[in-house]
């Protein structure tokens, strides 16, 4: 998989320079549909499957974008100094929202980048795979930025909020919270009102969970 993304990145963006690998998972909630919007309590996890980005930073402002879910769209180029919600620019709405809010958070990203993302999660299966993206984002900005300080709840609440205030969608945290914080064969016991949250062991001993 590496291997393939870092060609595919080459023959769009060029060779040499800090070239990074990133995943994201997706998320399934087990108990608890339509009350993280209003403060409930929800029973998440996050998947195997998820999204996949390689990255390079840039010594200019210019944002370059590329999907191999939505390759017809081909390399779509933004900037710093353009962030702004267009119906048009689709998938990229959802990356640029999480830029946008790194600074509305006082966390600036002074120069560009170049992405490339793979997702595996199906377009509008109900496993978040814009959240993924949001999350992916978020962890891509934080590792070449070096914002250190954030933790992933921040992330996850950046993430919430960038799909809140720029896509103007009235998201709650769950989606979120649960691909920040998700853990190997656990679920996320989560109160969103506070964010208080436990981890519960899922141990199927052979039985499955059919989504």
């Keep these: 998989m590496e291997r393939k993304l870092l060609e595919k990145f080459q023959k769009l963006f060029g060779e040499g320079g800090d070239i990074r690998f990133y995943f994201s998972p997706g998320r399934v909630n087990l108990i608890g549909e339509h009350t993280d919007y209003n403060g409930g309590h929800v029973f998440p996890c996050a998947l195997t499957i998820g999204t996949y980005g390689v990255a390079r930073k ?3 402002r210019k944002i370059r974008l590329y999907s191999e879910n939505f390759s017809k769209m081909g390399v779509v180029e933004t900037s710093l100094d353009d962030l702004v919600y267009r119906e048009e ?16 958070k006082g966390y600036q990203v002074d120069t560009g980048f170049d992405m490339l993302m793979y997702g595996n999660i199906p377009n509008g299966s109900g496993l978040s795979s814009s959240a993924s993206v949001e999350l992916l984002m978020g962890i891509i900005l934080k590792d070449m930025f070096g914002f250190e300080q954030l933790s992933m709840v921040d992330l996850a609440l950046m993430g919430q909020y960038g799909e809140n205030q720029f896509n103007g969608m009235n998201c709650g945290i769950m989606d979120q919270f649960a691909i920040a914080m998700g853990k190997k064969n656990h679920a996320i016991f989560l109160d969103t009102a506070t964010l208080e949250y436990e981890y519960a062991p899922i141990q199927m001993e052979g039985a499955k969970i059919v989504i």
């Design 58 to 60: 840039r010594e200019d």
């Design 89 to 104: 620019a689709n998938w990229t709405n959802y990356p640029k929202g999480i830029v946008w809010t790194f600074g509305q």
